[in-house]
């Protein structure tokens, strides 16, 4: 499969992401592999605007842009062998959390929508990812500030 550039980033840029466990699950399978590969590296949007960070969206089409459910699960999937990415993924929604707690329902890379309230499954996910990844000192301090 050939590089394809979008946001400076390539599709062999983020190839690294697929580690061994993943592509032994697949093998044999080299295109549904390739298919995959390309769909996580589709999705993977840019720190700009109001994404500080580097993140993966659910959607590039309807849903384009990060909610407030969605970034959890990712970040689970990414804590077992891409902590930064993980931290990166978990961390995005605080990054514009207002002084009384609330999180955005959705922060796209030119607005924030706060209309919709969802149960905090924040903290779950940060104990599955702390059983998967080890949180440094700086990590600890933004996740309990």
Request: hydrophobic share 45%.
């Amino acid at each position: 499969m050939s590089n394809i550039n979008i946001n400076n980033m390539t599709f062999k840029h983020v190839s690294y992401l697929w580690d061994d466990a993943k592509a032994a699950a697949l093998a044999g399978d080299e295109v549904l592999m390739e298919n995959a590969k390309y769909l996580f590296w589709a999705l993977m949007a840019s720190a700009r605007g109001y994404y500080r960070r580097d993140l993966m969206l659910v959607s590039k089409n309807y849903m384009c842009g990060q909610w407030s459910w969605d970034h959890c699960f990712a970040a689970m999937a990414f804590s077992f062998s891409h902590p930064k990415l993980a931290w990166d993924e978990f961390m995005c929604m605080f990054d514009e959390q207002k002084e009384n707690g609330k999180i955005a329902d959705c922060i796209k890379a030119d607005s924030i929508i706060w209309g919709y309230v969802k149960p905090p499954i924040h903290g779950l996910t940060l104990l599955f990812m702390k059983k998967n990844m080890v949180l440094n000192k700086k990590q600890k301090i933004e996740a309990y500030q």
